[in-house]
């Protein structure tokens, strides 16, 4: 701890409760999720996530390209995703009720999600198509994981349902926090397109979650270096559900002092534990 925190502590410490400053938290900063996205219970998308992914699962068995358990690249992604899952709650509370589930499908896609309730696929043309390293894939699953602590599917669902049901209905729901409408299901999870801020967002938290769980976050410039190199081909599918901007890589650098004090530390602490380093 530097001599900054310690006074930053002290100081918090003796603030009135009612005034009390968050505590400053180490790591990239977020801001306050949206309150719309309150209208759409979380319970609800979490159910409807589960269906998708099943239904997702079903086909992808149909076709022979689900990776079966023993698999080894389905053993190395659910190796990555339990090393990140543990600091997912910092982010999100429900995430410690979350029924976590990791899938590889074999596809030429680019492409990789996280759906609410931490469904996570990942699709062999992102994987090994762009022959992602460990960290890389770390880098991958974290930016989608955050997607899914943020809550990004559940705010841009209610924002579009409010432009549908109009603007007189608003302050009855808003002011409720009643909604319980359904929405329309059929891959709609899958296909979301965020906004740039979420995905600036969704960078910098996956940044935050593969340095907590031992995965340099420098990956992420290379991960981004071959994403733009593939895109040269065929845009991947990854890239269309996610919008990129030329500075995407200066923003991961820009970044990048927030983390690496976390990774060097999980790494030096890893290796006082006798955990073998990759
Ligand atoms: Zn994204």
Not at 23 to 28: I, N, Q
């Amino acid at each position: 701890m530097n001599r900054g925190t310690i006074i930053a502590l002290v100081v918090c410490s003796f603030l009135p409760l009612a005034h009390a400053a968050p505590e400053p938290r180490e790591g990239v900063k977020v801001g306050q999720p949206s309150a719309m996205r309150k209208l759409v219970p979380a319970e609800g998308l979490e159910r409807q996530a589960t269906q998708e992914f099943s239904q997702l699962k079903q086909q992808a068995a149909a076709k022979k390209a689900l990776a079966p358990d023993d698999h080894p690249q389905m053993r190395r992604l659910r190796q990555i995703a339990a090393r990140i899952i543990p600091h997912a709650a910092r982010f999100n509370a429900r995430a410690q009720q979350w029924q976590w589930e990791v899938v590889l499908i074999g596809a030429q896609q680019v492409n990789a999600f996280c759906m609410p309730g931490g469904k996570i696929a990942v699709f062999s043309g992102l994987l090994l198509g762009l022959q992602l390293t460990d960290d890389e894939a770390a880098v991958v699953m974290g930016h989608e994981i955050a997607h899914a602590l943020r809550e990004h599917a559940r705010e841009r669902i209610a924002k579009t349902e409010l432009t549908r049901l109009g603007a007189s209905l608003l302050s009855e729901f808003v002011g409720g926090g009643k909604y319980s409408g359904v929405f329309s299901a059929g891959g709609q999870l899958m296909t979301l397109k965020f906004s740039r801020d979420d995905e600036t967002e969704a960078d910098t938290v996956g940044l935050e979650l593969a340095a907590r769980a031992g995965y340099d976050p420098r990956a992420g410039v290379t991960l981004w270096k071959k994403m733009m190199s593939a895109n040269k081909g065929a845009p991947p599918q990854w890239l269309s559900t996610h919008p990129s901007g030329n500075n995407r890589i200066e923003e991961i650098e820009r970044h990048l002092p927030d983390v690496m004090p976390i990774y060097e530390r999980t790494k030096s602490q890893s290796r006082q534990d006798g955990v073998v380093q990759r």
